[in-house]
């Protein structure tokens, strides 16, 4: 059976959903750094500042947000939101438990600048259960209808080497491996060796 995948940009509500999303879809990520209770300081990360709301597209299928993607672009840059960050931490791990996230956070931060011709996927995800539908390859292809109504030419982002599966994907949707990063630092926090940069260029309305 098909199921009708529907997108809309993200809305304050979705913010319990979108950090159980989070949570689920980069254990590896939030879980070292967050801790025990990342889900918890995601959802008030996300409702507290909110920016991540603002460049977010969610997936629905039968009403229910079962994916998202995170885009960075020329026009909705990265914010600096990491008080935001602080005060959720603080508020679920105490100041030693948020003095030791946000340094995890920072040292593993990819602070490559976005380049004035290309979105940039900072985070996608779909929930398990509805994996292999679709969900992922309608997701990028919203991101590259916002780059040509942007008038940019590339997708970009970042994945951990050893992501077979999205790597496989990305490749399947046009990607190609631009660089790959390694460092003692990364493995240490996220037990990943490194990632890949992978882009996309788009073909332009005129060709
Ligand atoms: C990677 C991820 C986003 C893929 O989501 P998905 O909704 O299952 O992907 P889709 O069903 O849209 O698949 C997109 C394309 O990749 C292909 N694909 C999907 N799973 C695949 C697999 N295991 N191996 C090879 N190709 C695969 C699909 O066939 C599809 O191509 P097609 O439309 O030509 O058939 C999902 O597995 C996920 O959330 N993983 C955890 C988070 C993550 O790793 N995010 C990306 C890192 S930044």
Redesign the pocket.
């Known amino acids: 059976m098909t199921e009708k995948i529907t997108l809309r940009p993200a809305a304050l509500d979705d913010a319990q959903v979108l950090a159980q999303l989070w949570a689920a879809?980069?254990p590896d990520k939030f879980g070292p750094i967050l801790g025990d209770k990342a889900e918890r300081v995601l959802y008030d990360w996300l409702r507290l500042s909110q920016r991540h709301l603002q460049t977010t597209t969610v997936a629905e299928i039968q009403e229910a947000v079962v994916?998202f993607i995170v885009l960075e672009t020329p026009l909705a840059p990265r914010a600096d939101d990491g008080r935001w960050l602080w005060h959720a931490l603080q508020l679920n791990n105490g100041i030693f438990g948020a003095l030791r996230g946000l340094l995890l956070m920072v040292l593993i931060d990819n602070d490559r600048q976005l380049s004035d011709n290309e979105v940039y996927?900072e985070?996608?995800?779909?929930d398990q259960v509805?994996?292999?539908?679709?969900?992922?390859?309608?997701l990028i292809e919203h991101a590259e209808e916002v780059a040509r109504q942007q008038g940019l030419s590339q997708l970009a982002?970042?994945?951990?080497s050893d992501?077979t599966?999205?790597i496989?994907?990305y490749e399947?949707?046009g990607f190609i491996t631009r660089a790959e990063r390694c460092s003692r630092l990364f493995k240490w926090v996220t037990g990943h060796t490194g990632y890949y940069e992978m882009a996309k260029q788009l073909s332009t309305v005129n060709g």
Request: glycine content about 14%; aromatic content about 8%.
């Open positions: 879809t980069f994916g996927i985070m996608l995800g779909v509805w994996r292999g539908l679709g969900v992922a390859r309608c982002l970042a994945v951990v992501n599966l999205a496989q994907v399947k949707m």
